[in-house]
C-alpha cells in the first residue's frame, strides 16, 4: 500500500447484506484512481431476512469493523467519507437505532438508499458502460442486476430506461425464504424451482412482446 498523508482522498464505505465494503480513491487528472479496496463478510442480511432486524452482536462487530476501516482512511489522509447502506438496513426494523448507534459509537452518518435510489445508481453505471461499447451502445438492451435481497430489471431502448422493475427477492434471501420450508424435505428442489418460475413469469408478463438486441447482467455475487 502507497499511502500518503499529503494526497487527498475520498472513502466510499457499503453496508450490504453479506459484505462491509470499503473504496478509497483519488482524483487524479479528472479521473476517479482507486488507492484501495476493502471487503469484511458479515451476516446482517441473514438476520434481517430471518428475524426482521440485526442483532446487538452483529451492531457490535459491524461497529468493530468500522472502526478498522476508520484507522485505514486515517493513514490515508481521507477527507471525504460516505457511508451507505442497502436491503438489508433497509429492511431492518431496528434501522434508526442501528443508524443512531453507528453515529455515537463511530462518529459516521449513514444513508439507506431506498430501493429506486440504490437501482438508479446501478442502472446509471451500467449505461456508462454501454456507451463505452461501440457495437451495442444505441441498441435495444435488457438490464438486470441480481443483489442478495432483491432482483432489479430495465429496458433501454438505445437512449432511455423506458421501462423498469423491482423484485424483492435476491439470492440470499431466496435460500433464506425457503430454507425453512424445505430444509427436512427431499423435495426442495422442487419448491425452489415452482418459487423462480414464477418470478420468471412475472417479470415475462411485463416484458411480453419486447424484442432486445442485448442482455447485460450485474451483481455482487
Not at 440485526?54 to 476508520?70: C, D, T
Not at 460516505?82 to 431496528?94: C, I, Q
Not at 427477492?169 to 433464506?176: E, I, P
Amino acid at each position: 500500500m502507497n499511502k500518503k498523508k499529503s494526497s487527498k482522498c475520498g472513502a466510499v464505505i457499503d453496508i450490504g447484506s453479506h459484505l462491509l465494503k470499503m473504496r478509497i480513491a483519488q482524483l487524479r487528472k479528472g479521473e476517479i484512481v482507486e488507492v484501495d479496496r476493502l471487503e469484511y463478510p458479515l451476516h446482517l442480511g441473514h438476520e434481517v431476512f430471518n428475524e426482521g432486524k440485526i442483532s446487538f452482536e452483529s451492531l457490535r462487530e459491524l461497529s468493530q469493523i468500522l472502526q478498522g476501516y476508520s484507522e485505514v482512511m486515517e493513514s490515508y489522509g481521507v477527507e471525504q467519507i460516505r457511508a451507505v447502506a442497502t436491503t438489508a438496513l433497509r429492511e431492518a426494523k431496528n434501522r434508526a437505532y442501528i443508524i443512531d448507534q453507528l453515529k455515537i459509537q463511530n462518529d459516521l452518518t449513514v444513508q439507506v438508499l431506498e430501493d429506486d435510489q440504490e437501482k438508479t445508481l446501478i442502472y446509471s453505471e451500467m449505461l456508462r458502460s454501454l456507451q463505452e461499447m461501440e457495437q451495442i451502445k444505441d441498441q435495444d438492451t435488457l438490464l438486470t442486476y441480481i443483489g442478495t435481497g432483491s432482483i432489479g430489471i430495465a429496458l433501454y431502448d438505445g437512449k432511455n430506461v423506458v421501462y423498469s422493475q423491482s423484485i424483492p427477492v435476491g439470492s440470499l434471501k431466496l435460500r433464506d425464504v425457503l430454507y425453512t420450508a424445505g430444509e427436512d424435505s427431499e423435495n426442495f428442489h422442487v419448491v425452489m424451482e415452482e418459487y423462480l418460475d414464477a418470478i420468471i413469469e412475472r417479470i415475462g408478463t411485463s416484458l411480453r412482446g419486447v424484442q432486445t438486441s442485448n442482455l447485460v447482467f450485474t451483481g455482487s455475487d
